[in-house]
């Protein structure tokens, strides 16, 4: 098959972070959570979104910082990528209204449906639509969730999340992508009712207000099918990534990972035989989960700091549902 | 764009909601629901699943060929599906007998009620673009009776259905010559779920009373579309035309998704065609479905010769314009 061009890099990175950082022990007390579980979350602060916050507000400020970092103008954006679980409004464009508010005249759009997942998949999605054809060289992909509190298995944070994507750019070229998935245990979380399934009637039971106490979740399957190949599933993407880019496990020089409890890195760099390589540990505690988009904070702090240098290689681990997703990038 | 089209499908219910009974249940009159252009509409069955429509139509959109060779389902979440978090596109999968281990690319993705063509495209410079995609399917599918306000829009009376499509890289057959998308961004609040998103939480209130529903979301974002929607669809199709590099001479069928007879015409009547593939009297307004229908229409009618090219021009409740030019 024929690609244009396969040399894709990240030409800007933008976040913005609500004012209100919250200490999590006033949490803990709150939701009265035991000691061990929030010892195992490992998180010390999160952002607390307020009224301002809204998910075009934290989106449209990261997408101008990333511009910024880009040093482009939106007129160059050919392509907006939008990918949030729960937006201002459901099945609602924000990539439309960001198009309009950035002044993005020659940008098309997209949004990109679904959890953690769906972040690593926007972006290989963007990377796909730069390589397969002529006219799309700069794409911004944006993540924005508005989450505040205690999710299993750690504490969640309100952010937005931007990056620019561009053609021939020489700095964190995406050299591969790869996922597993096991989505024959894909119905071990779903929100039973207001789809067609069991659409919401006169007597529908909804617990508090939003989404997350109307999650069920099938604790069989996941202790019985996902938990037991949780980490190895690192290793196989690991194997499959390093073989389809050429390259050896050795020579990766930083790996970055989305932010969960406080054993999740570790774990992780023992499967794939990497046990004490840099993976910005350092920054996790005081940012807890806020999106897919985990891996590029964590990439941009590490850049900032000096933690990385031009030629590193970097493996980047997101996981979200039932799938779980390497990107190999070289700084 | 060498990207082809190697099959299409669509499923309907059987069931029909006439425009009698459209006009009863908007508070209005027959006629001003056959002024829009409807006759009838389809629409499922109650305890029928999102996905299981969807799986009807992938499943003779693929044929023989064996699910396992499908490396991308791609599905278009405009509708609500069987549940609210677990992705369509993975249960569909499932259901089909794809692969569900390992590398498979499951999408769900969204462009409002007139994206498809975009989709199109993103998923063909998938093909293009990634080793790891060699055959894509796009799919979609609405129910719209518990998601809506008695199935209106604005002007638009919303059908149920599923549409398919399989797409490869390099096929000899419903060759794509060019896609031309336009956004009329500036209204940019046309349509969505008021509840359901983080500025209007669902409670149990919300969950009873019938107000999670697909609706305008600010009159003047779709007013102002409406007064511009006509001019963009014709500028759209030009633009498909030019970069294809073709005239309006060129085309032998024109397929028009639209959800107004009046704006259908006026948009149509540019081009000088006498072949119009327009699926809004019998089916109402189809939203994603609508551009699948039409291609669907063009490339399994056997009475459309190889050669013969259509030009598609969607316009819908929302932002989007699109347009395609498609060779048999």
């Known amino acids: ?331 | 764009m060498n990207i082809s089209i190697d099959s299409a499908a669509t499923f309907y219910p059987e069931s029909l909601i006439s425009a009698d009974e459209l006009a009863k249940m908007a508070g209005i009159s027959t006629e001003e629901v056959l002024k829009k252009g409807v006759n009838s509409i389809h629409a499922a069955e109650k305890g029928t699943l999102t996905t299981d429509m969807a799986v009807k139509a992938v499943n003779e959109a693929i044929g023989d060929i064996d699910p396992k060779s499908i490396d991308q389902l791609a599905f278009i979440s405009e509708g609500v599906s069987d549940y609210l978090y677990m992705d369509p596109s993975k249960n569909i999968l499932k259901k089909i007998g794809g692969r569900i281990e390992d590398l498979i690319y499951s999408s769900d993705y969204f462009r409002g009620n007139n994206g498809t063509v975009g989709i199109i495209r993103t998923v063909g410079n998938q093909l293009r673009g990634n080793p790891q995609i060699s055959r894509s399917v796009i799919a979609t599918s609405l129910i719209w009776s518990y998601h809506s306000d008695n199935r209106r829009l604005g002007d638009a009376f919303l059908g149920d259905g599923a549409g398919a499509l399989m797409l490869t890289e390099g096929g000899e057959r419903n060759k794509i010559l060019s896609i031309a998308l336009k956004s009329l961004s500036e209204y940019n609040m046309i349509s969505g779920f008021r509840y359901g998103g983080t500025l209007n939480e669902i409670d149990q209130e919300i969950a009873r009373t019938h107000k999670f529903i697909y609706e305008i979301l600010d009159k003047e974002h779709y007013n102002g579309m409406m007064e511009h929607i006509s001019e963009a669809g014709k500028e759209t199709a030009d633009n498909a035309l030019k970069k294809a590099g073709l005239t309006s001479s060129d085309i032998s069928y024109i397929g028009i998704c639209g959800f107004n007879k009046k704006i259908n015409d006026e948009i149509v009547s540019d081009f000088g065609c006498s072949n119009v593939i327009d699926p809004l009297s019998d089916r109402g307004y189809l939203g994603s479905l609508g551009v699948i229908d039409v291609i669907s229409s063009f490339v399994n009618d056997n009475t459309v010769r190889s050669g013969d090219k259509i030009l598609i021009i969607a316009v819908g409740i929302d932002a989007n314009v699109e347009a395609m030019v498609i060779e048999k």
């Open chain 1, 1 to 331: 098959m024929e690609n244009t061009n396969g040399n894709v890099g990240i030409a800007g990175m933008g976040f913005y972070f609500p004012e209100e950082k919250v200490d999590t022990h006033t949490i803990k007390e709150e939701a009265n959570l035991e000691d061990w579980i929030y010892e195992n979350a490992g998180i010390n602060t999160i952002y607390k979104p307020s009224d301002i916050d809204r998910n075009t507000h934290m989106a449209y400020n990261a997408s101008v910082e990333a511009l910024k970092d880009a040093n482009m103008d939106a007129s160059e954006i050919d392509l907006i990528v939008v990918c949030v679980f729960r937006n201002d409004y459901w099945h609602w464009q924000m990539s439309t209204w960001l198009k309009d508010k950035l002044k993005a005249v020659n940008a098309d759009t997209l949004e990109v449906c679904g959890g953690c997942s769906a972040h690593f998949f926007s972006v290989e999605t963007a990377v796909d639509q730069i390589r397969g054809s002529d006219d799309i060289n700069n794409v911004l992909v944006v993540c924005s969730e508005r989450f505040f509190g205690y999710g299993w298995p750690t504490f969640l944070s309100s952010g937005g999340q931007a990056i620019v994507l561009k053609r021939n750019c020489p700095q964190f070229r995406y050299l591969g992508f790869y996922t597993s998935n096991l989505i024959r245990y894909h119905e071990n979380a779903y929100i039973k009712y207001g789809g067609t399934a069991f659409p919401f009637n006169e007597e529908t039971v909804w617990n508090g207000v939003g989404f997350q106490q109307n999650v069920e979740v099938n604790a069989d399957i996941y202790f019985e099918h996902i938990k037991p190949a949780f980490f190895d599933k690192f290793k196989e993407i690991t194997d499959k990534l390093m073989e389809n880019t050429g390259h050896n496990i050795s020579e990766v020089d930083y790996v970055v990972s989305i932010i969960q409890q406080k054993k999740f890195d570790k774990k992780i760099l023992e499967a794939i035989g990497l046990p004490d390589i840099p993976c910005g540990l350092e920054y996790k505690a005081e940012l807890g989960h806020f999106s897919g988009a985990d891996t590029y904070i964590v990439l941009d702090k590490a850049r900032k700091d000096g933690k990385i240098k031009k030629g590193d290689l970097i493996l980047s681990f997101t996981i979200g549902g039932i799938a779980w997703c390497a990107e190999l990038i070289e700084y």
